[in-house]
């Protein structure tokens, strides 16, 4: 019981270390200035869309492009069940009755925007999950761009390429870190749930794994639900953030930045979602005031524009040449209780579990040890 206990805690102890971390960086941020309050904002507004998109594409392997349109289908549905009913009426006339009288606070918004994102995500999943590697990426971009042609022309709802404005800009650090919180407690609870290890080991060999009867079809479907429903709970956040919407603020920029702030990070850990959107977003700071010039200390800076996006750039193409695995290479911040080693009690000879490799030489196996034939040593003759 002690050790199965002691277990839980290790593999829980990535949540544990990046929820500590979220809370220092927040409160780092909370003694400095109004600008840095607002990008520490923006910053965990971030983690929660990095986090979702983490959930399916960390766990599956395929790299999805279209992970936005959640995030576009949780924005717009918060900001319009947020808008004042009387400013609704003056920008959006056109809008249906019970949409136009409806006006919820911002905690029942989110979780019906993350219920909309998931009908949208068992769509996406009939139309898309049956693909591998660049066919689905293509595919996800396809459904990307689809939505934001309908986002551009649906003026009744949407108001099209003018956006929508007047959505309370309400959003602080405060408000916003316990919805960062939970996204990577529910990623961690996918990450040890049985679907979670069937979808990692399909990640790492599908026709092993759809031979030994895992359905990867179903386990990317669960994961594709879940990862919808934080998406969409982060694009309300990010419409909060804005205080006004257009089609491109959920598009192709938005969606470059999740993908660099997961492949910096390391893609395939929990932890490397939010370490590489705390890294990232405070690069981008910090460019951005170099790229504004001005006084920085005693030194006085010249604009220079366009630095942010190439610096931004540089970092991605160095990230893929020299540590693909980005800055956590793919593992996950823990520790290893005392007695433990590779996330096994000492002593053990249990099998590898999905993230290890499945390979161990016969020489180390128990039978070799005790002089037991193998079944590549062979019978003696």
Same mark, same amino acid.
């Given at each position: 019981?002690?050790?199965?206990?002691?277990?839980?805690?290790?593999?829980?102890?990535?949540?544990?270390?990046?929820?500590?971390?979220?809370?220092?960086?927040?409160?780092?941020?909370?003694?400095?200035?109004?600008?840095?309050?607002?990008?520490? &904002?923006?910053?965990?507004?971030?983690?929660?869309?990095? #986090?979702?998109?983490?959930?399916?594409?960390?766990?599956?392997?395929? @790299?999805?492009?279209?992970?936005?349109?959640?995030?576009? #289908?949780?924005?717009?549905?918060?900001?319009?069940?947020?808008?004042?009913?009387?400013?609704?009426?003056?920008?959006?006339?056109?809008?249906?009755?019970?949409?136009?009288?409806?006006?919820?606070?911002?905690?029942?918004?989110?979780?019906?925007?993350?219920?909309? %994102?998931?009908?949208?995500?068992?769509?996406?999943? @009939?139309?898309?999950?049956?693909?591998?590697?660049?066919?689905?990426?293509?595919?996800?971009?396809? @459904?990307?761009?689809?939505?934001?042609?309908?986002?551009?022309?649906?003026?009744?709802?949407?108001?099209?390429?003018?956006? +929508?404005?007047? !959505?309370?800009?309400?959003?602080?650090?405060?408000? &916003?870190?316990?919805?960062?919180?939970?996204?990577?407690?529910?990623?961690?609870?996918? $990450?040890?749930?049985?679907?979670?290890?069937?979808?990692?080991?399909?990640?790492?060999?599908?026709?092993?794994?759809?031979?030994?009867? !895992?359905?990867? /079809?179903?386990? /990317?479907?669960?994961?594709?639900? +879940? %990862?919808?429903?934080?998406?969409?709970?982060?694009?309300?956040?990010?419409?909060?953030?804005?205080?006004?919407?257009?089609?491109?603020?959920?598009?192709?920029?938005? &969606?470059?930045?999740?993908?660099?702030?997961?492949?910096?990070?390391?893609?395939?850990?929990?932890?490397?979602?939010? +370490?590489?959107?705390?890294?990232?977003?405070?690069?981008?700071?910090? @460019?951005? /005031?170099?790229?504004?010039?001005?006084?920085?200390?005693?030194?006085?800076?010249?604009?220079?524009?366009? !630095?942010? $996006?190439?610096?931004?750039?540089?970092?991605?193409?160095?990230?893929?040449?020299?540590?693909?695995?980005?800055?956590?290479?793919?593992?996950?911040?823990?520790?290893?209780?005392?007695?433990?080693?590779?996330?096994?009690?000492?002593?053990?000879?249990?099998?590898? &579990?999905?993230?290890?490799?499945?390979? /161990?030489?016969?020489?180390? %196996?128990?039978?070799?040890?005790?002089?037991?034939?193998?079944?590549?040593?062979?019978?003696? %003759?």
């Amino acid at each position: 019981m002690t050790s199965s206990r002691t277990s839980v805690l290790a593999r829980s102890a990535p949540a544990v270390i990046c929820t500590l971390l979220v809370l220092a960086v927040s409160g780092l941020a909370l003694l400095g200035a109004e600008t840095t309050q607002r990008t520490a &904002t923006q910053m965990l507004v971030m983690g929660v869309i990095t #986090v979702g998109t983490y959930i399916f594409v960390g766990n599956s392997g395929v @790299l999805s492009f279209g992970h936005v349109v959640f995030v576009a #289908v949780g924005a717009y549905a918060t900001a319009l069940m947020t808008i004042p009913h009387s400013l609704k009426q003056a920008l959006l006339p056109a809008l249906p009755g019970w949409l136009m009288e409806l006006e919820l606070g911002l905690p029942e918004a989110l979780l019906i925007s993350g219920l909309l %994102s998931v009908l949208v995500a068992v769509v996406f999943s @009939l139309l898309t999950l049956r693909l591998e590697g660049m066919a689905a990426g293509i595919a996800s971009l396809a @459904l990307l761009i689809s939505v934001n042609v309908v986002i551009n022309n649906w003026d009744a709802v949407t108001h099209g390429s003018q956006g +929508i404005v007047g !959505i309370p800009a309400d959003l602080t650090i405060g408000a &916003t870190v316990p919805w960062l919180i939970g996204a990577i407690a529910v990623a961690m609870a996918y $990450q040890l749930s049985r679907s979670g290890f069937r979808l990692r080991a399909s990640r790492e060999d599908s026709v092993a794994a759809a031979a030994l009867g !895992i359905r990867i /079809r179903r386990d /990317r479907s669960i994961a594709l639900v +879940i %990862s919808a429903f934080v998406c969409g709970v982060g694009g309300g956040l990010y419409a909060h953030f804005l205080g006004a919407l257009t089609p491109g603020d959920v598009y192709l920029q938005l &969606t470059l930045l999740t993908l660099l702030m997961l492949i910096v990070g390391g893609i395939r850990s929990l932890s490397g979602a939010v +370490i590489g959107t705390i890294f990232i977003s405070v690069l981008a700071e910090l @460019l951005r /005031r170099i790229e504004a010039g001005g006084a920085v200390g005693p030194i006085e800076l010249p604009p220079h524009p366009g !630095i942010q $996006q190439l610096i931004l750039a540089l970092t991605l193409l160095l990230t893929l040449l020299l540590r693909p695995g980005g800055i956590t290479s793919g593992r996950e911040l823990g520790f290893s209780p005392p007695g433990w080693i590779g996330g096994r009690r000492k002593g053990s000879h249990t099998g590898p &579990t999905a993230d290890e490799p499945a390979t /161990r030489s016969s020489a180390a %196996s128990p039978r070799a040890e005790h002089g037991v034939p193998t079944a590549k040593q062979g019978h003696p %003759s």
